[in-house]
Every structure is written in structure tokens, then in C-alpha cells.
């Protein structure tokens, strides 16, 4: 864990990502778009191949797990505009149906995140998730998680998704919270340049779906490598909690 500066200062907010963040989500969103690449008679990739499209909206998931066999050789993504927009249309229909129904089978929230939400009560929790807005609400219900947040913003909620500063934006709205008395965390450095554009500080988190490499590489303000490290950054906080 590294330490954030300015940790004495007043948090007005907690803006957090959902899949990597709060919930262990990369199996079911694997065995989905699976079931898409199946629909077209394609052949199962890895999960772990999956969990590395995850992250930029469900549209371009579809894009890239159905387009992977186009994926330049020793590139690490597809590129844009591989598949054509009605056959990513067509898979959005079938992994909105399969997830849909199956996007609670395997999914739990990471170890600590119930018991470190119960801690910050007090401060305003905030979700933005570039997942599309009926499944984050599902998963949140599902799992216990919906009473914590006075917010959540979905993919499709606002034009403009993560790394958009906007999209923070639009979590925040009607929210007291001066930028940078806002802290965000998440697993990606869509969280983070987000963060950082907005003007907030940002907490990035190794144990989730992306690289810990590529979380450090986007240069947070903090590094966590479990959820349950969160409240010791903000001593003053806690221990304002406590009294």
C-alpha cells in the first residue's frame, strides 16, 4: 500500500468503479461473452483474455471478444472498428440476455469491501462504472451493496464514459463535494485519468481485473492491493468516524 498525500484533508466524496473495484465480476462477464462468440459459432477464448477487453463499456467488449482473431499479432487489443456495427449490435443482444440472467452466479463482492463500505458512513459513496446501468444496479441489489451508495452511474447513463471526466461529473451531481475533496478508486487507469481530469485524487486498486502493472503505470495518487487497505489512507477520517 502506498500512502496518499494530503490524507489529512477533508473527503467530501468516494466516487468508486464497480467490476475489479467492488465486486469479482471477470468469470461471469467471461462465460457471456463466450456465449455471444458461441451464437456465432466461434470458439471459446480464455477467461483471462476476456477479463483483459473488460473495462471501456460492454459495446466494446463485444468488439474485441469477437473480433479477437483479428487482433494484430503481439497487439494487446483489437483495433476499433474490427467488427462490424450490426454484428456488435447482435451480440450485445445476446450477452444482455445471457448476462442478464446469469451475472449473480459467480460474482461476490472482494474480501472486506461490506465491512470497509460500513466504515466510511458519514461520507457521501458514489458509484460510476462504465457497465451499462440495468446490470450495476443488479449487481449492487443482488449483492447487498445498493444501500451504501446515494449514487450510481451507469455506461449508458451520460454520452461520456471513463476516462471522461464527465462521468465523475455526472456521479457527482448534486453532491457537495469540491473536486479535489473528491477521491476516486478503482482497478483501471480509466479510474485514474478520469480522476485526474476532474481534478480528484485517485486510489488505484492491484487486486482486481487489470494489471497491477498498468494501474501503477497510470500514476494514482495511491495504490491499494485489497480493498480493506482503503480507510487506513484517511486516519484523520477514520478516526472522525470513531468519535
Known amino acids: 500500500m502506498r500512502s496518499l498525500p494530503g490524507n489529512d484533508l477533508q473527503v467530501d466524496a468516494f466516487v468508486f468503479d464497480l467490476d475489479g473495484t467492488l465486486v469479482d465480476s471477470g468469470l461471469d462477464i ?3 461473452a463466450n456465449a455471444v462468440r458461441a451464437s456465432r459459432g466461434l470458439a471459446e477464448l480464455p477467461v483471462p483474455v476476456v477479463v483483459a477487453y473488460v473495462g471501456d463499456g460492454v459495446a466494446r467488449l463485444m468488439e474485441r471478444t469477437l473480433g479477437h482473431e483479428a487482433r494484430p499479432a503481439g497487439a494487446d ?9 450490426a454484428v456488435v449490435d447482435e451480440g450485445l443482444a445476446v450477452f444482455a440476455d445471457h448476462y442478464g440472467a446469469h451475472l449473480l452466479d459467480n460474482t461476490r463482492p472482494y474480501p472486506g469491501v461490506v465491512e470497509t463500505l460500513a466504515d466510511l458512513d458519514g461520507v457521501p459513496l458514489l458509484v460510476a462504472t462504465n457497465k451499462p446501468r440495468v446490470f450495476a444496479d443488479a449487481l449492487l441489489a443482488g449483492l447487498g451493496l445498493d444501500g451504501f451508495f446515494v449514487g450510481v452511474v451507469g455506461g449508458d447513463d451520460t454520452p461520456a464514459r471513463k476516462p471522461d471526466p ?3 461529473a ?5 453532491v457537495e463535494a469540491a473536486p479535489e475533496r473528491v ?41 491499494i492491493d485489497a480493498f480493506t487497505d482503503l480507510p487506513a489512507l484517511f486516519p484523520d477520517l477514520m478516526e472522525r468516524n470513531l468519535l
Open 166 to 168: 464527465r462521468h465523475l
Open 183 to 223: 477521491v476516486v478508486v478503482g482497478d483501471s487507469p480509466n479510474d485514474i485519468l478520469a480522476a485526474r481530469a476532474y481534478g480528484a485524487r485517485s486510489v488505484g486498486c492491484t487486486y482486481g481485473l487489470v494489471d497491477p502493472a498498468r494501474v501503477r503505470a497510470a500514476g494514482p495518487n495511491a495504490v
Open 30 to 32: 467471461a462465460l457471456s
Open 77 to 85: 487489443d483489437v483495433p476499433p472498428g474490427a467488427v462490424a456495427p
Open 170 to 174: 455526472e456521479a457527482l451531481a448534486g
